[in-house]
């Protein structure tokens, strides 16, 4: 689904802000400083384990029927760190009944579907807009204005699960032992 440039670049203009706000109360060296102290590698797994997780949801609802928000919710639901989640899928505005229409799997890239982003998507035509989580004050905003969609939220740890179980994996069959731990099982 494309969207157009002008409205996606104010859509995402106040995520941006709002890390950059965020960035004043942050401690700049939390993550690294530790490994440097140990003498240890480090290496970030954040984004490449979203960019894992991403086409794999994709392709569980592509797998299936999207007439329905309710056939959405069940193809993320075949996928084991979904199943395996105490977080469900859930539908939290709209109704699993409804037909889907036009749909958007919003995630990874910082962008966690708030109400710009939402709202970008619904002048585009989609109805139905996909996140792993999205920030309390943002559904109330969304709530407040009647915006007429579905939005149908995931899981934050089961995605992240997805994306560590392939990491994982894939080392192991490098013969590189791993410890999963934190994360959902993927089967």
Known sequence: MACQ???????????KERV???????????VVAPAKALGMSLVNVHHPRDEYMRPVILKAIKSGSAEYVSDIVRSINKIPEFRNAATKV?????????????????????????YRVAKA???????????????YGEVTKMREDKLDCNRVVMSQLAGDSIGLNGLAGR?????????????????
């Not at 440039?5 to 995520?15: D, G, M, N, P, S």
């Not at 965020?22 to 939390?30: C, E, S, V």
């Open 5 to 15: 440039k002008k409205i996606a670049r104010q859509a995402v203009e106040k995520l």
């Open 20 to 30: 950059e706000t965020r960035n004043h109360a942050d401690i700049y060296g939390d």
């Open 90 to 114: 859930q539908v939290s505005l709209g109704s699993e009944k409804k037909r889907a229409g036009q749909w958007a799997l919003v995630v990874a890239a910082g962008i966690n579907g708030g």
């Open 121 to 135: 998507y619904l002048q585009q035509r989609v109805s139905t807009i996909i996140y792993l989580h999205v920030d």
């Open 171 to 187: 080392l192991e069959g490098l013969v590189v032992e791993t410890v999963r731990v934190g994360i959902l099982p993927g089967k």
